[in-house]
């Protein structure tokens, strides 16, 4: 009742301002489990996909989501809950993953659609990057239910980092043919399987939405970049310490050769 009523006040008006363009809708099952598995660009992305979809379809989110404390943090949980998202604890890297999966095969053990995003985290400069192994293919293979890849195309662009107000335009959601694993039913913890499956799906994804592949992971970018962020800002505060020194010395040598004539004036 409430994703019903979050969809109409969410997802109607998303749908009238921003006109998404939607292919492949035929390939989203009208009833049965199906992962969909999209890339991400940006916090959009989970709002978007279910809003041009008849079915109701399950996302992961942050636990802080809905533990945030006072008024503002109450409603959040309210619409997050509304728009279909599950909390999970991301604090410990092993326990966040176990419970992803937990929640994902009790998602499609109820026969509906399940949400992930294989990168883990939204892009950090708009290409692919590396899937992570352990909830994708551990769902598909635990359930046996088909997955269906999802290109989410110029979502970054509506609303960029450090802008308030987002953008009016079209983005595109292009959904490909769904992908049928059973040949590994039960290797789900076999590595070398769970990489090549999402290895494969990754590449469908790659295929839909034309962006640049690159053979790492995204939090493993954010990372470099953070650090490349960090190291630059503190080059630059050294220089404008060095600058700040070098006119220091200026002016005291300047008010060194001033005070010197002076002297020499006032010899007998």
């Keep these: 009742?409430?994703?019903?009523?979050?969809?109409?006040?969410?997802?109607?008006?998303?749908k009238v301002a921003f006109r998404p363009w939607v292919e492949g809708l035929e390939n989203v099952p009208a009833e049965g489990p199906a992962i969909l598995a999209s890339n991400h660009l940006s916090f959009s992305d989970s709002f978007f996909l279910p809003a041009v979809l008849d079915r109701k379809?399950?996302?992961?989110?942050?636990?802080?989501?809905?533990?945030?404390?006072?008024?503002?943090?109450?409603?959040?949980a309210a619409f997050f809950k509304g728009v279909g998202q599950l909390p999970v604890d991301r604090s410990g890297a092993r326990g966040a993953g176990e419970a992803a999966i937990k929640s994902g095969i009790e998602v499609l053990e109820r026969g509906e659609l399940f949400g992930i995003y294989p990168e883990g985290t939204r892009s950090p400069d708009g290409r692919l990057y590396r899937g992570k192994p352990g909830g994708l293919a551990r769902v598909a293979l635990a359930t046996g239910a088909p997955v269906i890849p999802v290109a989410m195309i110029d979502t970054e662009k509506i609303q960029p980092p450090g802008k308030v107000m987002p953008k009016l335009m079209r983005p595109g959601i292009?959904?490909?043919k769904p992908l049928d694993f059973s040949r590994y039913q039960?290797?789900?913890?076999?590595?070398?399987?769970?990489?090549a499956v999402t290895d494969e799906v990754m590449?469908?994804?790659?295929?839909?939405?034309?962006?640049?592949?690159?053979?790492?992971?995204?939090?493993?970018?954010?990372?470099?970049?953070?650090?490349?962020?960090?190291?630059?800002?503190?080059?630059e505060k050294a220089a404008k310490a060095a600058l700040a020194r070098a006119e220091k010395e200026q002016a005291e040598k300047g008010k060194s050769g001033q005070e010197k004539p002076e002297q020499r004036r006032t010899e007998p």
């Design 57 to 76: 379809v399950t996302f992961i989110a942050k636990a802080e989501y809905f533990t945030t404390p006072g008024v503002k943090g109450r409603l959040t």
């Design 203 to 235: 590449y469908e994804i790659m295929k839909l939405s034309g962006q640049e592949y690159v053979d790492m992971y995204a939090t493993a970018m954010k990372r470099q970049l953070t650090e490349a962020a960090k190291a630059e800002k503190e080059a």
């Design 1 to 14: 009742m409430l994703y019903g009523a979050m969809k109409v006040a969410v997802g109607g008006p998303l």
């Design 174 to 176: 292009r959904i490909g």
């Design 186 to 195: 039960g290797m789900e913890h076999d590595r070398f399987v769970l990489r």
